[in-house]
């Protein structure tokens, strides 16, 4: 049972640059979300997802996408990285009153 | 505006001592949660509160929730070093029937020995 998985651990991008963050579960869990980590800020949810084809922002969603086509994957797109990207990103997913599982995370840096 | 206040920040203690972690929420949260978290590495989950007046326990940490204050304490009772690390509490805030699970800024634990 492999729970929640993020791809890529590690990212360095140049400013201007797109990538996609993939984030997969296995636990069938309907709730997703993608939060961003930096110093002294806690975790600030970017957007988040109730099911498959429902995605709605969080606190920070400038400058990313999400989509939501199947139960198990639920990707972050950054559209321009800017360095103000740059964070430690995680997934999480979860089932009724069971709180999240996150994933491993995604230390991205932009340059 | 949905906030989680955690407090203290940062918080220093000698092993064998006992202290609480405060956590306060702006509005009704169906849930709280606390989570623990080490240098590097991703967030593990240690509570889930789901209703006023729930305690939780687990070996030297305890969690308890008050809906009508609007806070939730996470007890560390005679500490040891290895509950070093940075704890977060969570409010989950059911809105339209959406959910969003907001965090506070996590408290940086250190334990000495």
């Known amino acids: 049972n492999a729970g929640v998985t993020q791809t890529p651990k590690f990212q360095v991008l140049k400013t201007g640059q797109s990538m996609t963050l993939q984030c997969a579960q296995d636990?069938?869990?309907?709730?997703m979300s993608w939060y961003r980590q930096d110093p002294g800020m806690g975790l600030r949810l970017i957007h988040y997802?109730?099911?498959?084809?429902?995605?709605d922002q969080g606190e920070v969603p400038n400058g990313y996408n999400v989509s939501r086509s199947t139960t198990e994957d639920f990707p972050l797109r950054l559209l321009s990285a800017a360095p103000s990207q740059t964070s430690v990103y995680f997934c999480?997913?979860?089932?009724?009153?069971?709180?999240?599982?996150f994933g491993s995370g995604t230390r991205l840096t932009v340059v | 505006e949905l906030k989680v206040e955690q407090n203290p920040l940062f918080l220093s203690m000698q092993e064998g001592k006992n202290y609480t972690i405060y956590c306060n929420y702006s509005?009704?949260?169906?849930?709280l949660y606390w989570y623990r978290q080490d240098p590097g590495k991703s967030l593990e989950s240690l509570f889930v509160?789901?209703?006023?007046?729930a305690v939780k326990q687990e070996g030297r940490l305890m969690a308890s929730l008050d809906t009508k204050a609007r806070l939730s304490t996470l007890h560390i009772t005679a500490a040891v070093h290895d509950l070093s690390a940075t704890y977060f509490c969570?409010?989950?805030?059911?809105?339209?029937?959406?959910?969003?699970?907001?965090f506070g800024k996590g408290t940086r634990l250190h334990i000495l020995p």
């Open positions: 636990m069938n869990h309907e709730y």
């Open positions: 969570a409010g989950d805030f059911a809105m339209n029937r959406d959910d969003k699970i907001i």
């Open positions: 997802s109730v099911g498959a084809g429902i995605t």
């Open positions: 509005t009704t949260s169906d849930r």
């Open positions: 999480a997913s979860s089932s009724f009153n069971y709180g999240y599982t």
């Open positions: 509160l789901l209703s006023n007046g």
